[in-house]
């Protein structure tokens, strides 16, 4: 996991921002060109790797992976705000809890297909990103409910 180029770049960045370095100009134009077209890029890319996908056979893990993302991941996080204080830890401000919940409960991240595309996935991680994204519609809903309900945000 250490070789990842995606970890080494994190690791990099974190280091550079440490010691106050930037980039050299060019470079950092460059960085900034790839970065603002990344997402066009992976939308297409996702979108070609759900052309022609046969979802026979995998229903059962997509379900099991779109119901963790979507309700075990937020509950979980729920469940672990509610328990800080209980522990003896400071709890989170209202706001910062609803951030955190409701981060949780967002849809799986296009990048999720990018890796999984690299351990011959791929088809695996557009299908379960394209049924996140749907199902995130009422479930999202409801965990905006719950946060109301809980007094986290004010509406």
């Known amino acids: 996991m250490l070789t990842h180029p995606l970890i080494i770049a994190i690791a990099v960045a974190l280091v550079m921002t440490g010691l106050g370095l930037d980039l050299p100009g060019m470079l950092d134009d460059a960085v900034q060109l790839v970065a603002q077209s990344s997402s066009a890029v992976a939308l297409l890319s996702i979108g070609g790797m759900l052309v022609g996908l ?3 056979g995998q229903l059962a893990d997509l379900s099991a992976t779109v119901v963790a993302k979507l309700l075990v991941m937020p509950a979980t996080a729920l469940g672990l705000i509610l328990l800080l204080p209980a522990l003896g830890l400071p709890g989170l401000a209202p706001d910062l809890a609803a951030a ?3 981060t949780c409960a967002l849809p799986s991240m296009s990048i999720a297909a990018a890796l999984a ?3 011959g996935e791929g088809e695996f991680g557009a299908a379960a990103l394209l049924l996140s994204t749907v199902a995130s519609f ?3 809903t409801a965990w905006l409910f719950v946060v109301g309900a809980l007094g986290w945000l004010p509406f």
Do not use: I, K, N, S
């Open 54 to 56: 046969q979802l026979r």
């Open 100 to 102: 955190a919940l409701l």
């Open 117 to 119: 595309e690299q351990h």
């Open 138 to 140: 009422p479930t999202l």
